[in-house]
């Protein structure tokens, strides 16, 4: 069974940072492009920012582009998203997410296979 457990959530004031992880088991993702999707209330699960397959590519949502950092790490199967200078609107689950297939990079909840359970991020103003 696969698995993709997310950690790292919580509350943090404005302007803090967090780090979120993520662990997979299961299977190896060595081959397929992995990232992070947020909801909030009421909207839409969103792209936040995504690692290719290959680690040669690094995906950023405009809101976030130069606040957090995507990164990952092949041997331990695993994903990690620094966020650094948080805002209110910020606020949402962060949800881990593997493409349903390998050797792509396709970033729409639909091109999703795998997705965690979600970590609560909440960002006080």
């Known amino acids: 069974q696969v698995n993709l457990v997310e950690s790292g959530g919580g509350l943090v004031q404005a302007g803090g940072s967090l780090r979120l992880s993520c662990a997979a088991s299961?299977?190896?993702?060595?081959?397929?492009?992995m990232g992070w999707f947020r909801q909030a209330p009421g909207k839409e699960r969103e792209f936040v920012a995504g690692?290719?397959?290959?680690?040669?590519?690094?995906y950023y949502s405009d809101s976030v582009k130069g606040r957090f950092t995507i990164s990952r790490d092949i041997a331990e199967n695993a994903v990690y998203l620094q966020m650094n200078s948080l805002k209110p609107e910020d606020t949402a689950i962060y949800y881990c997410a593997a493409d349903r297939f390998p050797y792509q990079t396709l970033w729409s909840t639909s091109s999703i296979g795998y997705w965690g359970q979600g970590t609560q991020v909440t960002v006080s103003s």
């Open positions: 299961g299977r190896t993702f060595s081959t397929y492009s």
């Open positions: 690692v290719s397959w290959n680690g040669g590519g690094l």
